[in-house]
């Protein structure tokens, strides 16, 4: 059995290719082909030591789903499950994607909730990530100097995509001690 369990909520694909990368970096015999939350229950949770977690910011901020018009469920439709999911003793590591240039008041906002939600089912969130390269206004994904997670910004600076998530799965192997 994988270790790591990676789950994504996506619109376009673009979260779901992300997910992908980070799948192809940590290796089958580590990690798990990830899975859209939309096509699973909070028990499938359980079935890993470890959880990577990737969304999309949509609109205003929003995590994606029905309400913002998207194509199908997603996370918005998953979160009332956190109030019964115990994430005690489990590390969890956040990835997000976001557009600082047309939304720089609600950059990977998304990102922050599922953070909140984590956070409080009692998870250990592990990498973090610099804010440096990034220009913004606000971001409630930002948690002092550094994003809570994993960012992305594909819309803006896609060059820099592959290179964040490499640096991003060296760090998270580190922390979860994989």
Same mark, same amino acid.
């Given at each position: ?90 590390? +969890? ?7 600082? +240039? ?77």
């Amino acid at each position: 059995m994988s270790k790591v369990g990676i789950f994504f909520g996506t619109d376009t694909g673009s979260t779901r290719k992300i997910a992908k990368m980070i799948q192809k970096q940590l290796g089958d015999d580590v990690a798990a082909k990830p899975l859209n939350i939309n096509r699973v229950d909070a028990s499938a949770f359980d079935e890993y030591d470890y959880l990577l977690l990737g969304t999309p910011t949509l609109g205003e901020g929003q995590l994606p789903g029905i309400e913002c018009d998207c194509q199908a469920e997603s996370w918005a439709e998953f979160v009332p499950n956190f109030d019964d999911i115990d994430l005690s003793g489990k590390k +969890v590591g956040l990835f997000g994607l976001g557009d600082q +240039v047309n939304y720089p008041d609600e950059f990977v906002d998304g990102l922050g909730e599922l953070y909140d939600c984590v956070v409080d089912c009692g998870a250990e969130v592990v990498g973090s990530w610099p804010t440096d390269g990034y220009e913004f206004n606000e971001s409630a994904a930002v948690d002092g100097d550094s994003f809570v997670g994993l960012v992305i910004d594909k819309d803006n600076q896609a060059s820099l995509s592959d290179e964040r998530v490499t640096g991003w799965v060296e760090q998270i192997k580190s922390e979860m001690g994989l």
